[in-house]
């Protein structure tokens, strides 16, 4: 054992702690995966000024060693999330894999490579028409575009009332995702749209049955991380083990199911290198 004086919380419900317990017994048996914003990195009011949070990486390789993977589950570009991750070439992620796009897009530490599927033509299209559609609803001032390649997303934190420019472009924009053949992903001021059929619970399921592992820790803080959520589940109906956690409290509908609520990315990083330190 070494010096971290962080200690290792408990889960509150018994499955988490039965995956813990598993965790701990036979870690390269799992798969530890992650959201970014807002799980390893904090949420800021710019997306492109988002990093993770500079305990999260020394966790995430020190944890690595000891499980069968790491992965990061995330809807930006794949690239984008290892570049603002700082993922790239740390001694310890030699095998880290980012599944961008909701796992549409693909990254991995052993090739530096991301493979990308070709763009849904709707997006394009949906993009074209957003700045219509904010100077309609009297949303353009303080929203923020950003550009995923895969997606589009209309940020409200910047906004001088967000929760009201939130709630009042999410029917409009979840019209015009419709009529593109896309889907609306709303987060925490955030509405993301995107092609159906791909989301963090198939990507999760995807890449733990590709692993081989019998146990998965999952960690999100948003609305889109509620499919992982639901496939964590799924695993442990088929007699995987499997531990939830949340970072955060803002998004109580991810919080109430989780079996760790932990306060914030700084909180889960301690806890990362906590079970890194109890496994060595």
Request: hydrophobic residues 45%; glycine residues 10%; charged residues 20%.
């Amino acid at each position: 054992m070494g010096s971290n004086p962080y200690p290792l919380p408990k889960p509150a419900t018994p499955a988490g702690a039965d995956a813990l317990a598993a965790l701990l017994a036979r870690p390269g048996e799992a798969v530890a995966a992650f959201d970014f914003d807002g799980t390893l990195a904090e949420i800021v009011p710019d997306p492109e000024q988002a990093r993770a949070h500079p305990r999260a990486v020394p966790a995430l390789a020190a944890l690595a060693p000891h499980v069968a993977s790491v992965a990061v589950i995330t809807g930006r570009p794949a690239g984008v999330a290892v570049r603002y991750g700082g993922f790239a070439g740390v001694p310890g992620l030699d095998h880290l894999v980012v599944l961008g796009h909701y796992g549409a897009e693909r990254w991995d530490a052993v090739s530096g490579s991301v493979h990308t599927p070709t763009p849904h033509e709707g997006v394009a299209a949906a993009r074209a028409e957003l700045p219509g559609v904010l100077d309609r609803f009297g949303a353009w001032r303080g929203t923020w575009i950003e550009e995923k390649g895969q997606a589009v997303a209309v940020h409200t934190r910047r906004a001088s009332d967000p929760q009201a420019a939130f709630d009042a472009l999410r029917d409009p924009l979840t019209e015009l995702a419709a009529r593109h053949g896309l889907i609306v992903e709303p987060g925490r001021m955030v509405l993301e749209l995107r092609p159906p059929g791909v989301d963090k619970g198939v990507a999760l399921l995807e890449y733990v049955r590709e692993v081989g592992a019998r146990t998965v820790l999952y960690a999100g803080d948003d609305l889109g991380d509620l499919p992982a959520y639901a496939a964590v589940e799924k695993l442990r109906s088929d007699g995987y083990q499997g531990l939830l956690i949340c970072s955060g409290t803002e998004v109580p509908e991810l919080a109430e199911r989780a079996d760790l609520l932990l306060p914030g990315p700084a909180a889960l990083a301690d806890f990362l290198a906590a079970l890194a330190e109890a496994m060595d």
